[in-house]
């Protein structure tokens, strides 16, 4: 999981100020950008719209729709992206495509990348199933996984070397072909995954994922993550 890795291409600036322009809109007479020069600081904001939309279960999570963040995450398995790409509303994503991006997996057959840079394995150590069953994940068992990805890719660059498609050869590779992928999300889709993909009983490399995009929430809108860390973090709740 060393590898795993979360940043930000951009983000929208004074993402509270927004949401606070669109919760004041709701009830404003006027056209709210006209007294843009009187609204609160970014801070105060934050402090507002926790108040009067998030705190005491209130639940009124439309306006933080607006503000919205691009991430690139990186080399993580394919079964990740799989689970946070069934989170559609409010996110966008643009996934590294098996297709078009299999040099990779030729470099990884002939030696010229690590083969744990294309494919993801787990740690060794001890873990549990669905049912709670308690098992080892010895180096010698790890060892032969790894060695049974260098032959998949192997076969791989046998199948593009004999003339065969790119979409035809990879449905060879192990599935956990490692992928990077760029997503847009604002902070209501944001905590939605934080829901869901980082609570107890989540897939370990997804809680991994919600790990490392939190210090950028925490970073862009500090009073929601705050809200959001006292009220909800790894609770399981339903998502907003």
Known sequence: ME????????KTPNPQQVVYAAMHQDYSEELVVADRAN?????????IIVKRLLAGDRGHFGPLEHPQITLNC?????????QVRTHRVG??????????????????AQGNRDIEEVFYLRPVGEY?????????????????DMQWCLEAAKRYQQL???GTSEEHARGIIPFDVR?????????????????????SDAQLEA????????????????????WYEKSRIKKARLAP
């Open 207 to 226: 809680q991994k994922l919600c790990e490392l995009i939190w210090p950028h929430f925490q970073e862009w809108m500090p009073d929601v993550a705050a």
């Open 160 to 162: 593009i070397t004999e």
């Open 128 to 144: 549990t199933d669905r049912q709670g069953k308690r098992y080892d994940y010895t180096p010698e068992q790890r060892q032969r």
């Open 74 to 82: 990186g080399y993580f398995p394919h079964s990740v992206m799989q």
């Open 3 to 10: 590898r795993f890795r979360v940043e930000v291409i951009a």
């Open 39 to 47: 609204w609160p600081a970014e801070a105060k904001c934050g402090e």
């Open 91 to 108: 996110i966008s994503f643009d996934v590294q495509s098996n297709r078009y991006t299999g040099q990779r997996i030729v470099d990884a």
């Open 179 to 199: 992928q990077h992928w760029v997503m847009s999300l604002n902070p209501r889709s944001l905590m939605h995954i934080l829901d869901m993909r980082w609570k």
